[in-house]
């Protein structure tokens, strides 16, 4: 062989290693290429090459996901609130004067369009008790074997298999680059972190979610425990959002993900730092793979996760990216990928 | 060189270099031999050695620390206090209104005999008038600059110098072996997670402390910010330790470490896990080199910081170790080790 073929091979092999590299380093391989995917790479690449001008050290490097339709499934209905509609035959068993009440009686009537028009004060109510009273342990428990049960109507899987596998790779790319990943929902933080460390490997103390207080008290053997209050500490919808990233993390997060109205100020606030910041909303226009719904874009309005044309508009006018399901996403959850 | 002769060098340099382990396992130097150090060192061995039947996972490993009187100093009056009644010039300066009226009347006066009666209605006045009002940023850079300028009267060095080596130590060794570590202070959060991070190497999303509300909003280019409201959502004292932990880490403790009436229940809850645990309570009975006072064990009685004899007995009774600043520590400040 002579020392021209030599380095002809070289080459070759050179090329095809970048090739390679190149390949192994997308790590969204569920995202199509396009602005979305390219924003996320552009992102990464600046806050975390040292000597970028927008390079955030790794103690600041905070990412923040709102969970309901932004890494899984909510419709038609909240996970959360079905297992509050699930849970009521065992409210009332244990409490038999709530079986003729309203609106615990429709609930049990099992009539979906009658629960469908529920007030919000009724949602609340059942909400509140099937949420309060116990103790952090036994609620614990209800939640994990429900979780373990219970199956979504459409997909006949467990809830916690309905995840985005597009955001479940945008989470372990972000881990991978020294961000950390916290989930700020409206969902409830203890019901949340019953699943997602083991979902998402988001562990508990990295939940920020709608909470009540607990009251510390003792059992008869004089053993310590907390029980769920009622009372509401943190509405974390909102200006709740930004309001409970500061009480539970006390930093301003470098990139915040959403996909309704709901996530608004969590994005502003996001932006509203200093230097390179990323703010994205999922937009559900997919009604094959997964639900469509808006009404931006002319999408169905809804009650569950509504992204307005408003919040549309002022995506486009403030440098957000909006996800489009159908276009960014080549498959929609983890099990499509597995097939 | 016979082979018998190598034999015993070789015998003798392993003893040697067995020494030196030994001696450089020793993570806690400021700490005198004794049941307090010996209780760490089993502890951590037994949760961090796997197949040890009280192995601890290392995402289970939580440690929390209360901090005044347990990380650094508080008497004769804790230093936020300090930081409050200091901040008072400058608040009537904003709000001259305020001049002639108690309590901010006798604070301006500065006579120390006046300020020492002021009653706890009085004295939350102060606080909360010195605590909220503000945006996030401004509280940020007041109590920055005057944490930054401020200096200890008998020790004429700032307040994040008074820190106690052997809990230093004692930090740094649980996060050697995986143990995340959180301060749960009755102090204010925000106050706190200003300096914890260069102090303590503890992240603001580590510190669980009593904490108001926030509420967000634009200022007048639209862009948004949180203002500290009067409102008060957690008061981490008392009960209100495990009720915090609850609300912002979700996991129970392994270990927890206090010096007051005020970290009972965090300690009891603690305990109240299965597996191993470790709770300890620093005990302030050195009033040459720091402060006196319980009034457990006849040391002289204090409103800041009580530890009741009940306390001592309590941890007597359930095996929490008390740490005797005056046996268990060489050294109480990280500037005398480097004298």
Same mark, same amino acid.
């Given at each position: 062989?002579?020392?021209?073929?030599?380095?002809?091979?070289?080459?070759? =092999?050179?090329?095809? @290693?970048?090739?390679? !590299?190149?390949?192994?380093?997308?790590?969204?391989?569920?995202?199509?290429?396009?602005?979305?995917?390219?924003?996320?790479?552009?992102?990464?690449?600046?806050?975390?090459?040292?000597?970028? +001008?927008?390079?955030?050290?790794? #103690?600041?490097?905070?990412?923040?996901?709102? $969970?309901?339709?932004?890494?899984? =499934?909510?419709?038609?209905?909240?996970?959360?609130?079905?297992?509050?509609?699930?849970?009521?035959?065992?409210?009332?068993? /244990?409490? +038999? /004067?709530?079986?003729?009440?309203?609106?615990?009686?429709? =609930?049990?009537?099992?009539?979906?369009?009658?629960?469908?028009?529920?007030?919000?004060?009724?949602?609340?109510?059942?909400?509140?008790?099937?949420?309060?009273?116990?103790? =952090? /342990?036994?609620?614990?428990?209800?939640?994990?074997?429900?979780?373990?049960?219970?199956?979504?109507?459409?997909?006949?899987?467990?809830?916690?298999?309905?995840?985005?596998?597009?955001?479940?790779?945008?989470?372990?790319?972000?881990?991978?680059?020294?961000?950390?990943?916290?989930?700020?929902?409206?969902?409830? $933080?203890?019901?949340?972190?019953?699943?997602?460390?083991?979902?998402?490997?988001?562990? +508990? #103390?990295?939940?920020?979610?709608?909470?009540?207080?607990?009251?510390?008290?003792?059992?008869?053997?004089?053993?310590?425990?907390?029980?769920?209050?009622?009372?509401?500490?943190?509405?974390?919808?909102?200006?709740?959002?930004?309001?409970?990233?500061?009480?539970?993390?006390?930093?301003?997060? !470098?990139?915040? @993900?959403?996909?309704?109205?709901?996530?608004?100020?969590?994005?502003?606030?996001?932006?509203?730092?200093?230097?390179?910041?990323?703010?994205?909303?999922?937009?559900?226009?997919?009604?094959?793979?997964?639900?469509?719904?808006?009404?931006?874009?002319?999408?169905?309005?809804?009650?569950?996760?509504?992204?307005?044309?408003?919040?549309?508009?002022?995506?486009?006018?403030?440098?957000?990216?909006?996800?489009?399901?159908?276009?960014?996403?080549?498959?929609?959850?983890?099990?499509?990928?597995?097939?």
């Amino acid at each position: 062989m002579n020392s021209k073929v030599t380095l002809v091979r070289l080459a070759t =092999v050179a090329l095809g @290693f970048n090739a390679l !590299v190149s390949h192994a380093d997308d790590s969204l391989p569920s995202w199509n290429d396009g602005p979305a995917k390219q924003a996320i790479f552009e992102f990464v690449k600046a806050t975390t090459t040292e000597g970028s +001008p927008q390079f955030v050290p790794p #103690e600041a490097r905070i990412a923040t996901f709102d $969970q309901d339709g932004t890494l899984w =499934v909510e419709h038609p209905m909240y996970t959360q609130v079905t297992y509050c509609f699930e849970r009521v035959p065992a409210l009332v068993k /244990e409490k +038999p /004067e709530l079986k003729n009440k309203e609106p615990f009686k429709t =609930v049990l009537s099992g009539n979906r369009e009658a629960m469908a028009k529920l007030s919000t004060n009724q949602l609340v109510e059942i909400l509140v008790a099937t949420l309060s009273g116990m103790s =952090v /342990e036994e609620f614990r428990a209800e939640a994990k074997k429900w979780l373990g049960e219970a199956k979504d109507a459409r997909w006949k899987r467990p809830y916690t298999e309905l995840t985005y596998q597009p955001m479940q790779e945008l989470l372990r790319y972000l881990r991978a680059n020294g961000y950390k990943t916290y989930i700020v929902t409206g969902g409830g $933080q203890d019901f949340v972190r019953e699943y997602a460390e083991q979902t998402y490997g988001i562990p +508990p #103390e990295q939940i920020v979610g709608t909470a009540g207080g607990t009251t510390y008290g003792y059992d008869k053997a004089g053993k310590p425990f907390l029980t769920k209050d009622p009372k509401l500490l943190l509405n974390d919808n909102n200006a709740g959002k930004p309001e409970g990233i500061h009480l539970m993390i006390g930093r301003r997060p !470098v990139a915040a @993900f959403g996909n309704s109205t709901g996530d608004r100020q969590m994005l502003e606030y996001t932006k509203a730092g200093d230097g390179a910041r990323l703010a994205m909303l999922v937009l559900h226009d997919d009604a094959e793979r997964e639900y469509a719904y808006g009404p931006a874009q002319g999408l169905p309005d809804t009650k569950v996760g509504t992204f307005t044309q408003a919040l549309y508009d002022e995506a486009k006018k403030n440098g957000w990216m909006v996800i489009s399901m159908k276009n960014d996403w080549k498959v929609i959850f983890p099990f499509e990928s597995k097939l």
